[in-house]
């Protein structure tokens, strides 16, 4: 059983900053590429920022410059650093893995239960 857990997440005013935790546990052999995705109501899930086991790091055009995927392998944990945040980030961001639970089995797709973000004056 794998579970990811977000946190971090909450309310802030323009310009502010916030980070974001996404914990992995359970039986876990090995994680491969991490990502954060947000949805805001009427709008498709979209992908955020996504990095490799070895650290390459990939973002959407929306934010990059302002926000900073990164990971702890040791820890299973990924963050995402968000600086500058416009009202237009308001969001659920939810945090996606590919997890290999056993050596002989290939890895699978798994999802976080989502945080809320809100940014406003």
């Known amino acids: 059983q794998v579970q990811l857990v977000e946190s971090g997440g909450g309310l802030v005013q323009p310009g502010g900053s916030l980070r974001l935790s996404c914990a992995a546990s359970g039986t876990i052999f090995s994680i491969y590429d991490m990502r954060w995705y947000r949805q805001s109501p009427g709008k498709q899930r979209e992908l955020v920022a996504g990095?490799?086991?070895?650290?390459?790091?990939n973002y959407a055009d929306s934010v990059a410059g302002r926000f900073t995927i990164s990971r702890d392998n040791a820890k299973n944990t990924v963050y995402l650093q968000m600086n500058g945040l416009k009202p237009e980030d308001t969001a659920a961001y939810y945090c996606?893995?590919?997890?290999?639970?056993?050596?002989?089995?290939?890895?699978?797709?798994?999802w976080g239960q989502g945080i809320q973000v809100t940014v406003s004056s």
């Open positions: 990095i490799t086991r070895g650290g390459s790091t």
């Open positions: 996606n893995a590919e997890i290999r639970v056993l050596p002989s089995r290939p890895s699978d797709n798994y």
